[in-house]
Each structure stands twice: as structure tokens, then as C-alpha cells.
């Protein structure tokens, strides 16, 4: 289990020659339970990413405590594994040493992370490409590349953030699917950082909506449909419609109390 207990980070930012803090977050407070797919989403600049960055041990928080099975996080480990938007793969290595490359790390030997990688190449429908390098593939292609990467050291806890926010629409819908599929197969522990409504309500078991900066939390909503669900059956419900404008209120809403009171 994933705990977040009364967690809050300010930045020194620098304006020519005069210094000023951002209160990026205040008092987030969040229980993600083992196997649940948990949705982060709020307005730009309210801390998601930065909320993201603390559980996996690549920022720093100035007070508060976050645990995972009860055990305080400060740096990067092994039961994590991190899906960027800007897909981060390696330019100089082809398809297959990309995703080799956790498990390189690792010291896994060959003969062990050779057949493990090809066969997540497969299951992510790149097979015909292990030999090419980043720029041969489109933006769809690296980011199934990455995604095989994060799922070839079998994380306990995989961390995404908005890792198809920068995709084509229908790009987007293939990826969620892809990704709904191999969630059912693995069950890790999700944390997905999003802008879309659509998608946290398509993919999450829990969606937690933040309020602007300085973020916090104000609502988890429980999604209450059953699973595997089926893309166009499932979105074209009027369930599905009502839960993602709910979602969409709840956001505008903040965002416009918060924009009033400036």
C-alpha cells in the first residue's frame, strides 16, 4: 500500500532578482491500495506531477511522510518503474535494448532478460521493429516502447504521468485499451497522472481530483464500473457521459473559485 500522510512542498522560484515561493502542495493526504488503479487529475500547475515525482523518490517533500508497506520513501527503488510523456527512450538503442535495458541494469543476465523483453515486445505489438532505433518509430510506437521498458523489471508499483498526453486521439484510445489489457494481466499498483477526464474514468479504479496550487486533495470518487471493460460499449454509456462531466464540474468549479479569489 501506497500512503500519503499530510505531505506539503513549496519551491524557491527565481524572477530576475527577486526570489518567491510556490506553495506547489499542501496537507495531501492518500491511501492507494495494493492492485488498485488509482487516477490523478486536477488543473495544470496543481502538483500532480511533482505529488507523482515524491512517490517514486525523484523529488523531495518539506514535511509530511509517504510510505510504501509501511516503509518511509526517499529515493528510487526497485518496485518502482516510472512511464514519462516524452517517452525518455534511449536514442542510441534500437527497440529491443531499450527494454532489455531496466533489467541490463539490474544485472540480469542475457539468456534471462533477452526472452523476458522480447516477449513484452510482443505483447505490445512491436515485434516487426526490435531492431529500430527511437527515431525510426512514431510517437505511439516509443511509447509502447517505454511502456514494455517500465513492465520488463515486473514493477510492484508502476507510476505514469500523462504518458499519452502528447499522442494523436486515436493513438490515445489504443494505448488506454492496450494498457487496460495488460493492468488485468499484471494488477500492479497504478498511480496515472492525466489531463483527460475521459481516460481517468476508462482506466481507474479510483480517481482523485486535486483543487489548483497549492493542491490538495478534495474528492476520490470510486469508479463503479465492472471490469474488463469494453471501449465502445463502456463509453458510450450514459453512466460513463454523467460520471465525466461530474468530474469536469468538480474541476471547473475550484478552478473558478480559486481564479476569483486571486
Same mark, same amino acid.
Given at each position: ?8 512542498? &513549496? ?35 496543481? =502538483? ?44 542510441? &538503442? ?5 527494454? $532489455? ?5 539490474? =544485472? ?8 523476458? #523483453? ?11 521493429? $526490435? ?12 511509447? &509502447? ?13 508502476? +507510476? ?12 490515445? &484510445? ?9 493492468? $488485468? ?5 497504478? +498511480? ?19 483543487? !489548483?496550487?497549492? =493542491? ?9 464500473? #465492472? ?10 454509456? !450514459? ?5 465525466? $462531466? ?17
Amino acid at each position: 500500500m501506497i500512503s500519503i500522510s499530510h505531505v506539503s512542498k &513549496r519551491f524557491i522560484k527565481s524572477s530576475g532578482k527577486k526570489d518567491f515561493v510556490v506553495h506547489a502542495l499542501d496537507d495531501v493526504n492518500l491511501e492507494i491500495q495494493d492492485h488498485e488503479f488509482v487516477c490523478l487529475i486536477g488543473p495544470s500547475g496543481c =502538483g500532480k506531477t511533482t505529488l507523482l515525482k515524491m512517490v517514486d523518490g525523484l523529488a523531495t517533500y518539506d514535511s509530511g511522510r509517504i510510505e510504501i508497506d509501511g516503509v518511509p520513501i526517499s529515493t528510487p527503488g526497485p518496485d518502482r518503474a516510472v512511464v514519462f510523456q516524452t517517452f525518455a527512450l534511449l536514442p542510441w &538503442r534500437t527497440v529491443l535494448s531499450n527494454v $532489455e535495458f531496466g533489467l541490463e541494469a539490474r =544485472g540480469v543476465a542475457r539468456e534471462v532478460r533477452r526472452p523476458r #523483453a522480447q516477449d513484452l515486445i510482443a505483447r505490445v505489438g512491436l515485434s516487426l521493429f $526490435e531492431s529500430h532505433y527511437p527515431h525510426e518509430l512514431s510517437g505511439g510506437m516509443q511509447q &509502447r516502447a517505454g511502456l514494455a521498458r517500465a513492465l520488463a523489471v515486473e514493477p510492484k508499483i508502476l +507510476l505514469m504521468d500523462e504518458p499519452f498526453g502528447a499522442l494523436d486521439e486515436q493513438t490515445r &484510445r489504443v494505448l488506454q485499451n492496450d494498457l487496460a489489457r495488460f493492468w $488485468e494481466i499484471q494488477r500492479q499498483t497504478v +498511480l496515472f497522472v492525466t489531463h483527460s477526464m475521459d481516460e481517468a474514468v476508462y482506466l481507474a479504479d479510483k480517481i482523485v481530483i486535486m483543487s !489548483p496550487r497549492p =493542491g490538495q486533495i478534495i474528492e476520490e470518487l470510486v469508479v463503479p464500473f #465492472a471490469r474488463p471493460r469494453v471501449d465502445e460499449e463502456l463509453r458510450k454509456s !450514459p453512466e460513463f457521459a454523467e460520471l465525466t $462531466e461530474y468530474v469536469w464540474r468538480r474541476i471547473k468549479g475550484y478552478s473558478m473559485a480559486a481564479s476569483a479569489s486571486v
